[in-house]
Structure formats: structure tokens, C-alpha cells
């Protein structure tokens, strides 16, 4: 069973940046896609960005790409997002999530407790 632990959120001002972190226990990351997700107060969770077990390949939501990017790190067991240009819309709670396959936009096994970012304008 994989815990994950997200950090990072915080508060930030328009066009700032921040960098969240995923860290996992439990088991390695290795074998996993990693995915970020998002749920802002009244909206549906969605789907933010995905990364391959290898790092190699990503996917990106239409209204972050260019601004937001995916990596990880196996051997630190850890997943980043690193958040530029930030806008008042990406306020939310930040999850990431795990799945054991290809990634893909949904179905994600492991699921962290979420990291709040706030964006004033």
C-alpha cells in the first residue's frame, strides 16, 4: 500500500511561482504513473498533469500547459509540480495520485490528503 504525502501549497501572489512535492512511502514509485490533480471549493476534482514511471513522457491539462510542469525523482521517491505564472483560477487543493499502469487522465489508485494553494490577485 503506497502513502502519499503532498507539500509544497502555500499562499502566492498572481504571476508568483511555487513548487509542490509528492512524496511516498509504502512501496517505490518506480512502478507507477504519477498524476497532480485539482479541486477548487464548488468544482469537480480535475485532472492536472501525468507523468510516466519513467519521467519520460507527460501530460498536461489545456489550461496549464506551458506554466505548469511534471517530474519525479525514483530514487528520492518523490513527484514535483513546479507551478509558474500562477493565476487565480489554479487556486485549489492540490492531490497527487498514483496508478499502476499507463497514465492516464483518471482512474488513479493511491490517492495523497492534498496541499492548498491560494493565488491573490
Known amino acids: 500500500q503506497v502513502q502519499l504525502v503532498e507539500s509544497g501549497g502555500g499562499l502566492v501572489q498572481a504571476g508568483g511561482s511555487l513548487r509542490l512535492s509528492c512524496a511516498a512511502s509504502?512501496?517505490?514509485?518506480?512502478?507507477?504513473?504519477m498524476g497532480w490533480f485539482r479541486q477548487a471549493p464548488g468544482k469537480e476534482r480535475e485532472f492536472v498533469a501525468a507523468?510516466?514511471?519513467?519521467?519520460?513522457?507527460?501530460d498536461y491539462a489545456d489550461s496549464v500547459k506551458g506554466r505548469f510542469t511534471i517530474s519525479r525523482d525514483n530514487a528520492k521517491n518523490t513527484v514535483y509540480l513546479q507551478m509558474n505564472s500562477l493565476k487565480p483560477e489554479d487556486a485549489a487543493v492540490y492531490y497527487c495520485?498514483?496508478?499502476?499502469?499507463?497514465?492516464?487522465?483518471?482512474?488513479?489508485?493511491?490517492w495523497g490528503q492534498g496541499t492548498q494553494v491560494t493565488v491573490s490577485s
Open positions: 509504502g512501496g517505490t514509485l518506480r512502478s507507477y504513473s
Open positions: 507523468v510516466t514511471w519513467s519521467g519520460l513522457w507527460t
Open positions: 495520485a498514483a496508478r499502476s499502469g499507463p497514465v492516464q487522465r483518471r482512474d488513479y489508485d493511491y
